[in-house]
């Protein structure tokens, strides 16, 4: 079965620093993967997508991701943090290729420090 | 343009008694998605809707709970009878079509004491 790893349950980092959030996934072939941004109260918001292509991603708020397949790892990036980016963000990956069937990692909680 | 809708908010229950959660996905969207998310973990699929049919219910477990979506637009997901364990925040989703993004309301808090 496909399963989706975020080791880092809480991360901490000052506002103005570079953020980095790990995810892993356990599946021979590539899925399709995703992050999500859940903040308190409030819907996931889709940050962004890999499908195929190039392995570097953007996304919205200035998120980026990068694939590499030979780490099995699609770890999410920010050059400098706002304190507006705490919230918890979920790693997902659909096997199917559809973006219908997702699995979600168990999150990350991102804290910012003034 | 609005986004997914889901009432109530919150909800406070106590055990076997049964409770209705209400979705209204973006308009026009045909694929919806019901996903139980308990504290600390991520959201698990529970049953995805296409249109008015039931296209994966595999993880509801449907001596309890039980979902439809009548004209195959609004949604409600009911349980009953409830249990401690379904203590969660429960999403619903929506997508333009099958295989296309899906986005996320609010979610229905749900206690069970």
């Known amino acids: 079965a496909q399963s989706v790893t975020q080791p880092d349950i809480h991360i901490t980092v000052s506002e103005g620093a570079s953020l980095e959030l790990r995810c892993n996934y356990s599946?021979?072939?590539?899925?399709?993967l995703f992050w999500y941004v859940q903040s308190p109260g409030q819907g996931l918001q889709l940050l962004l997508k890999y499908f195929s292509g190039d392995t570097l991603v953007q996304g919205i708020k200035g998120f980026e991701a990068e694939f590499k397949r030979s780490q099995s790892s699609f770890n999410l990036r920010k050059p400098s943090v706002h304190w507006s980016d705490a919230a918890e963000y979920f790693c997902a990956v659909d096997k199917t290729g559809t973006a219908s069937k997702l699995t979600f990692g168990t999150g990350t909680r991102l804290q910012v420090t003034l | 343009e609005a986004g997914v809708a889901q009432s109530p908010r919150y909800k406070i229950i106590e055990k076997r008694q049964s409770v209705a959660f209400w979705c209204n996905p973006i308009s026009g969207h045909a694929t919806l998605y019901w996903y139980q998310q308990i504290l600390g973990q991520g959201p698990k699929l529970l049953i995805q809707f296409q249109n008015n049919g039931v296209v994966d219910d595999s993880q509801l477990p449907k001596d309890r709970f039980s979902a439809e979506r009548l004209k195959g637009v609004d949604s409600t997901l009911k349980i009953q009878p409830a249990k401690l364990e379904d203590s969660a925040v429960y999403l619903c989703a929506s997508s333009l079509m099958y295989q296309e993004t899906q986005y996320f309301g609010p979610g229905t808090r749900l206690l069970v004491l």
């Open positions: 599946y021979g072939a590539t899925p399709y």
